[in-house]
């Protein structure tokens, strides 16, 4: 019978400045976004967008963002390589760990250079 191994946390790197102001996209630009393209935030407003934190996975430099919507766990993700920033939307029905989110981003975004 297989068993479940229970998974170890990870731990990514923050940018040296961890703060929404170091995002290469304003807030009302990530908002737009948003409405735009996540299930259930058409009505998001811009004092629901909570900054989560900032990380560096290899040469890519993410922000994260969490906001409500149709009751689902949802963020919105800004990454920049060295094309420019990227915006993207994760939402799930089980609560997922910001760093889980960000590291499913990375590996679909390595995953498709």
Known sequence: MAQAMPVAPVSLPYLPEN????????????????????????????????????????????????FPAAGLASYAIVMEDAEGPWLTCHQSLAGIAPEDVLLADYRTVSDNP
């Open 19 to 66: 703060s929404a102001a170091s995002c290469p996209v304003s807030a009302p630009e990530l908002l737009r976004y948003i409405r735009s393209n996540a299930e259930g935030a058409r009505h998001v407003r811009l004092d629901q967008l909570v900054f989560v934190r900032t990380a560096r996975i290899e040469e890519s430099r993410y922000w994260l963002w969490r």
